[in-house]
Nanobody, 114 residues
Framework: QVQLVESGGGLVQPGGSLRLSCAAS????????MGWYRQAPGKQRELVAR???????NYADSVKGRFTISRDNAKNTVYLQMNSLKPEDTAVYYC????????WGQGTQVTVSS
């Protein structure tokens, strides 16, 4: 069982930056593949970025070069650094953990607007 708590969302102007954090508890964090997903109003949830237990990461084409996912296994935390934010990045962002089972956080709102 894994509990995930996201933080760091908020309102930011286009071109700005935010860093999301996801703190995990309840299991051995380092074995989990971690991901960030987002869901905009009226749209399906989509993968934004993923970092595997090996440290390898991948990104959705829409965020490549702007977002960076990282993890700190000592702190049981995964991060999503978001730069050059665009209005189309507005969504609820969810943290995801996977190892045998899948777990989700409660989500954090990111709004990009002037």
């Amino acid at each position: 069982q894994v509990q995930l708590v996201e933080s760091g969302g908020g309102l930011v102007q286009p071109g700005g930056s935010l860093r999301l954090s996801c703190a995990a508890s309840g299991s051995i964090f380092s074995i989990y593949d971690m991901g960030w997903y987002r869901q905009a109003p009226g749209k399906q949830r989509e993968l934004v970025a993923r970092i595997f237990s090996s440290g390898i990461s991948n990104y959705a084409d829409s965020v490549k070069g702007r977002f960076t996912i990282s993890r700190d296994n000592a702190k049981n935390t995964v991060y999503l650094q978001m730069n050059s934010l665009k209005p189309e990045d507005t969504a609820v962002y969810y943290c995801n953990a996977y190892w045998r089972f899948e777990y989700w956080g409660q989500g954090t709102q990111v709004t990009v607007s002037s």
